[in-house]
């Protein structure tokens, strides 16, 4: 039964993945390559291309990865497939920003995703891209540009009711604030990331603590202390 190995070889091979073992999940996603070409199933080639180019990326082989993505982009472009398209779009931006050799490039390639997604009604996505744009232009100290797109993609999470994407672009925007210098702004993000955190038990609540932590040692622990109470009406967390 041959759709049934290669649903098993493809499982398997996340197994290995999830656990970085990037050699074994390589070794069971190229066997379900190897039936899926052979079948002409060129819907699930596509995916099955995606995933050796995200192994390819995982171990800094850009060159593989690329190559592979590529494959997936032109099958889907070919079987009209527009959400795998966009999903081939966004990875090889991330692809390209890795990279770090031309921050245009992945720019290029997210907008791309990003236009995608809107042509689909995918809001989500669009969140995700705007923020991973954000993500980018952070990276390369155009503070503007990142704050930009990190309220794009805040206006998209909150619209959506989407709590744990809303209180990670928070904990960006406060990033962006103290990386300019603007503490004040970035204790508000903060302070705003940690209580969406604490209410929802959030998987964040761990960095956000720290970043507090930091801005409480820049701010001073009396300054902070009197903005945290003038901010929340309640003591700062002592943890």
Same mark, same amino acid.
């Given at each position: 039964? *041959? /759709?049934?190995?290669?649903?098993?070889?493809?499982?398997?091979?996340?197994?290995?993945?999830?656990?970085? +073992?990037?050699?074994?999940? +390589?070794?069971?996603?190229?066997?379900? =390559?190897?039936?899926?070409?052979?079948? =002409?199933? @060129? &819907?699930?080639?596509?995916?099955?291309?995606? /995933?050796?180019? $995200?192994?390819?990326?995982?171990?800094?082989?850009?060159?593989?990865? @690329?190559? #592979?993505?590529?494959?997936?982009? $032109?099958?889907?472009?070919?079987?009209?497939?527009?959400?795998?398209?966009?999903?081939?779009?966004?990875? %090889?931006?991330?692809?390209?920003?890795?990279?770090?050799?031309?921050?245009?490039? *992945? /720019?290029?390639?997210? %907008?791309? *995703?990003? &236009?995608?997604?809107?042509?689909?009604?995918?809001?989500?996505?669009?969140?995700?891209?705007?923020?991973?744009?954000? !993500?980018?232009?952070?990276?390369?100290?155009?503070?503007?540009?990142?704050?930009?797109?990190?309220?794009?993609?805040? &206006?998209?999470? +909150?619209?959506?009711?989407?709590? %744990?994407?809303?209180?990670?672009?928070?904990?960006?925007? *406060?990033? !962006?604030?103290?990386?300019?210098?603007?503490?004040? @702004?970035?204790?508000? #993000?903060?302070?705003?990331?940690?209580?969406?955190?604490?209410?929802? /038990?959030?998987?964040?609540?761990?960095?956000?603590?720290?970043? %507090?932590?930091?801005?409480?040692?820049?701010?001073?622990?009396?300054?902070?202390?009197?903005? #945290?109470?003038?901010?929340?009406?309640?003591?700062?967390?002592?943890?």
């Amino acid at each position: 039964d *041959a /759709e049934e190995m290669v649903k098993d070889y493809r499982a398997l091979g996340l197994a290995d993945q999830y656990r970085f +073992e990037h050699d074994k999940a +390589e070794s069971w996603y190229q066997r379900a =390559r190897e039936i899926v070409e052979e079948n =002409r199933d @060129e &819907e699930t080639a596509a995916l099955i291309y995606h /995933e050796l180019g $995200t192994i390819f990326l995982s171990r800094y082989q850009f060159e593989e990865a @690329e190559n #592979w993505y590529r494959q997936s982009l $032109t099958l889907s472009d070919q079987q009209g497939k527009q959400p795998q398209m966009a999903v081939e779009f966004h990875h %090889l931006g991330l692809l390209a920003q890795t990279r770090g050799l031309d921050y245009e490039a *992945a /720019e290029d390639w997210y %907008l791309l *995703a990003l &236009e995608m997604r809107e042509r689909l009604g995918d809001r989500r996505g669009m969140g995700d891209e705007a923020r991973q744009l954000g !993500v980018l232009f952070q990276e390369h100290k155009r503070w503007e540009e990142a704050e930009g797109w990190y309220q794009q993609a805040r &206006e998209i999470f +909150e619209e959506l009711q989407d709590v %744990l994407r809303t209180a990670r672009t928070f904990g960006q925007l *406060a990033m !962006v604030a103290e990386e300019r210098e603007n503490i004040p @702004e970035a204790l508000e #993000w903060a302070a705003r990331t940690y209580q969406l955190a604490l209410d929802h /038990e959030l998987p964040v609540l761990v960095q956000v603590k720290s970043h %507090l932590a930091r801005l409480r040692d820049k701010h001073g622990e009396d300054s902070f202390t009197q903005w #945290w109470r003038g901010f929340t009406g309640g003591d700062p967390p002592t943890d």
